[in-house]
């Protein structure tokens, strides 16, 4: 793949451990859409999302606050997320996601984190199987 790089005009172009976190402490590359440091490892926090906005929260989301106790919102690029729950269980939010639906949430859906990252639900089950 270098030489394939440097045929195509970059001649300075080079490898380096892209692993070494200490030179390089955010992802730099990615890899079929993936990046080689989005691994899951450690704990995975699984969270019902109730809404999602870009700027400020709409004021048809703000009624949530007053409907479901301890909301947090969650920054993720350029959304806020607002979520409940800190499940290390998926069957626990699963359960608390049906709690949701039936106070009115109907679109609540489980999401999964990772050391701060939101990762797939698929991803956060099978690595979840693996640790078992």
Do not use: C, H, W
């Amino acid at each position: 793949m270098l030489e394939v790089v440097k045929g195509v005009g970059y001649a300075d172009a080079f490898i380096v451990n892209i692993t070494d976190e200490e030179r390089y402490p955010l992802e730099v590359v990615a890899l079929d859409q993936r990046s080689p440091k989005a691994q899951i490892r450690g704990e995975v926090d699984y969270q019902i999302q109730l809404a999602a906005f870009k700027e400020s929260l709409p004021d048809e989301s703000a009624r949530f606050y007053l409907m479901v106790d301890s909301i947090s919102e969650v920054s993720l690029e350029d959304l806020t997320l607002l979520t409940v729950g800190n499940y290390k269980a998926y069957g626990k939010a699963i359960e608390r996601r049906k709690e949701l639906q039936l106070m009115g949430f109907k679109d609540a859906f489980i999401v999964a984190f990772n050391e701060g990252r939101k990762v797939s639900i698929e991803d956060a089950r099978q690595y979840l199987r693996r640790m078992d």
